[in-house]
């Protein structure tokens, strides 16, 4: 029980290095030998647990899709206006807090191993916009179409500031301003995360085009 305990850990110590270094330096720029050195482990150790590093990248991805989907499991299906501005917010934070995350949306771009994690957060929004696509409101504000399409683009766009250097909470002001503009005033007080701190959008959190 011990030794199983013990393997566990590190099992999961040499993800976690593993992610680190998949989100800052690739696939291809991620060796073996510098996951074992960053979570002070032996090759041994990490070839005994991920004989190769497709198996390692697996596991991270794995993580990842397991983080996410507990993470989007809160949201419900409504209508007339989902909570489709916070499942941005939501995805945001993950990418600004979870290594495993952030190397699981760069190794996806890379195409270096298949990834379910697109398909995954994408699906949920689908499932998320379901209800109002099946029987729109009439009142004004974009279709629940648009908004789906917007939320995949924000999204995009929110791990290109965050891969450009922006802080999580630069990140997610941005969002909660752009959110605002597409949805027009509410009735209802707006969540905490969803209040902007000023009257525009701090354009300079904007990632800068490469």
Request: net charge negative.
């Amino acid at each position: 029980m011990v030794k199983q305990v013990r393997a566990e850990r590190t099992r999961q110590a040499l993800i976690a290095a593993a992610a680190v270094e998949f989100d800052r330096r690739g696939y291809a720029g991620t060796s073996l030998s510098a996951v074992h050195r960053a979570c002070g482990m032996t090759m041994g150790a990490l070839s005994f647990h991920f004989p190769t590093k497709a198996e390692l990248a697996r596991a991270v991805l794995q993580e990842a899709e397991d983080i996410t989907r507990g993470a989007l499991a809160r949201f419900a299906p409504a209508r007339p206006v989902p909570p489709v501005a916070e499942f941005t917010l939501a995805l945001a934070t993950l990418l600004d807090e979870e290594a495993s995350v952030r190397a699981t949306a760069r190794l996806t771009h890379e195409q270096a191993v298949p990834s379910l994690w697109p398909t995954l957060w994408r699906t949920a929004l689908q499932d998320l916009m379901a209800p109002a696509r099946e029987r729109p409101g009439t009142g004004p504000g974009p279709a629940p179409g648009e908004l789906e399409l917007l939320a995949v683009y924000l999204t995009a766009g929110a791990e290109a500031a965050l891969r450009a250097g922006r802080t999580g909470e630069e990140v997610r002001a941005q969002l909660a301003c752009l959110w605002s503009l597409a949805l027009g005033p509410s009735p209802d007080p707006a969540p905490e995360a969803l209040a902007p701190s000023t009257d525009e959008c701090p354009v300079d959190a904007a990632p800068t085009p490469h």
